[in-house]
């Protein structure tokens, strides 16, 4: 699928294709130990987050293992506070990953939740896929209320499954099909 003109607006926010203007507000975010914290990962330097950029810059969802990552926007003033992602796990299965990273000094605001309530919408209703998840840490409350404000259930809870700078960590899966979402939203 060609994402080069996708663009879809909820009350707040614009979710779109990354453009290159995007990148000081991506760099912004990327480079935040506190994005990272729940990451697995460490912040991202100039070069790395460079180099994530122009994938982000080039979203595709052909075969399993690609992602589109979208930037989100908030309309009242064109800011980019953040991106939501859509990781193909199974063409066959219909299945994809979703999730999204903010700049903290947006938090709290509800944006995360209404940016993910329009890229389920995008999956289930554009893209016809038939199961979404989201893998979180499991001491990350904020995306797991998140989630649950969604309508994900929690299917799993791996025990220590992950390890950071030598520190075990527990992880979650959440996940909804097509049908209880089309459901929930008035659809068949």
Request: aromatic share 12%; net charge negative.
């Amino acid at each position: 699928m060609d994402f080069s003109d996708l663009r879809f607006s909820t009350d707040r926010l614009e979710i779109r294709r990354f453009v290159p203007g995007d990148f000081a507000a991506f760099h912004a975010y990327h480079s935040q130990p506190e994005v990272y914290r729940y990451l697995y990962a460490e912040p991202l330097d100039g070069v790395e987050a460079a180099e994530k950029f122009q994938r982000a810059c080039a979203p595709r969802l052909r075969t399993d293992g690609d992602a589109a990552v979208f930037a989100v926007e908030r309309r009242e003033d064109g800011a980019v506070i953040g991106e939501v992602v859509l990781k193909l796990e199974s063409a066959i299965a219909r299945q994809v990953e979703v999730g999204y990273i903010f700049n903290p000094a947006f938090a709290a605001k509800g944006y995360a939740t209404e940016a993910m309530r329009a890229i389920l919408e995008f999956a289930f209703s554009g893209l016809n896929f038939h199961r979404a998840f989201a893998r979180l840490d499991a001491a990350n409350a904020g995306s797991v209320g998140v989630v649950e404000r969604l309508g994900m259930r929690r299917e799993a809870h791996l025990i220590q499954n992950d390890q950071f700078n030598g520190v075990w960590g527990d992880e979650f899966i959440y996940a909804l099909l097509r049908d209880e979402w089309m459901a929930r939203q008035g659809g068949v």
